[in-house]
């Protein structure tokens, strides 16, 4: 069964990545700020999270994964869209990268590698 999957993004970014994500969902819900993703995660169950990493101001994606992971649901799988190498984030030590992210990609991402893996994350 398709997954209900949260997709919170720039505004500028937030069209493109529908169209992809959409092939995938039973329910697709789209926010761009932590206020509203906050809000849908209180009132869905969601199977997985695609989030970029600076789709309300810097970092803020990973504080939302961090949320999710914590306060509402740690079977979520999170798959964080980053600007430049997720090695920066793995490399500087700081754990809660590793604990609340199930999957890293960097933009530009292809249709093909995010569909495969939303593919892998649903099951």
Not at 57 to 62: A, F, I, K, M, S
Not at 89 to 99: I, K, L, P
Request: glycine share 4%; net charge neutral.
């Amino acid at each position: 069964m398709a997954p209900n999957i949260l997709l919170a993004s720039q505004h500028q970014k937030k069209e493109a990545l529908q169209s992809i994500v959409t092939k995938k969902a039973s329910g697709l819900t789209v926010v761009d700020s932590m206020v509203k993703a906050e809000k849908a995660i209180v009132e869905t169950q969601f199977q997985i999270a695609v989030i970029d990493e600076n789709f309300d101001g810097l970092e803020t994606g990973w504080l939302l994964a961090k949320k999710i992971k914590k306060y509402f649901d740690p079977d979520v799988k999170v798959i964080m869209l980053v600007e430049k190498s997720h090695r920066n984030y793995f490399d500087s030590g700081r754990n809660e990268f590793r604990e609340n992210v199930d999957w890293v990609m960097v933009f530009p991402i292809s249709e093909e590698q995010l569909l495969h893996e939303l593919d892998r994350r649903s099951k």
